[in-house]
Nanobody
Framework: QVQPVESGGGLVQAGGSLRLSCAASKNIFSASAMGWYRQAPGKQREVVAFITSSGGTNYADSVKGRFAISRDNAKNTVYLQMSGLKPEDTAVYYC??????????WGQGTQVTVSS
């Protein structure tokens, strides 16, 4: 199966902003809720935000009010606008279907590092 391709990560100071992008295959993207996950060193991967095929959104409490997820159905692309970044947001960020099945491959992810 084609892996999602995440991009847009980097090193930013606390309080800064980044915009992540993820291009997914059409068979995953269409009619699916898509989400951004993150995994910090020594921690489990967690969902930070997801968006339904009709545009409804949901956020983890830790990012609510700071992150905004959106999608472009014509491009099979999902975005994550992150602002007010904190050191605890440091992680590798991945996108995938929500809920993800065991058959949905993970991409390489994109590293986000927030310095204090």
């Amino acid at each position: 199966q084609v892996q999602p391709v995440e991009s847009g990560g980097g090193l930013v100071q606390a309080g800064g902003s980044l915009r992540l992008s993820c291009a997914a295959s059409k068979n995953i993207f269409s009619a699916s809720a898509m989400g951004w996950y993150r995994q910090a060193p020594g921690k489990q991967r967690e969902v930070v935000a997801f968006i339904t095929s009709s545009g409804g959104t949901n956020y983890a409490d830790s990012v609510k009010g700071r992150f905004a997820i959106s999608r472009d159905n014509a491009k099979n692309t999902v975005y994550l606008q992150m602002s007010g970044l904190k050191p605890e947001d440091t992680a590798v960020y991945y996108c995938n279907r929500v809920p993800r099945s065991a058959f949905d491959a993970w991409g390489q992810g994109t590293q986000v590092t927030v310095s204090s």
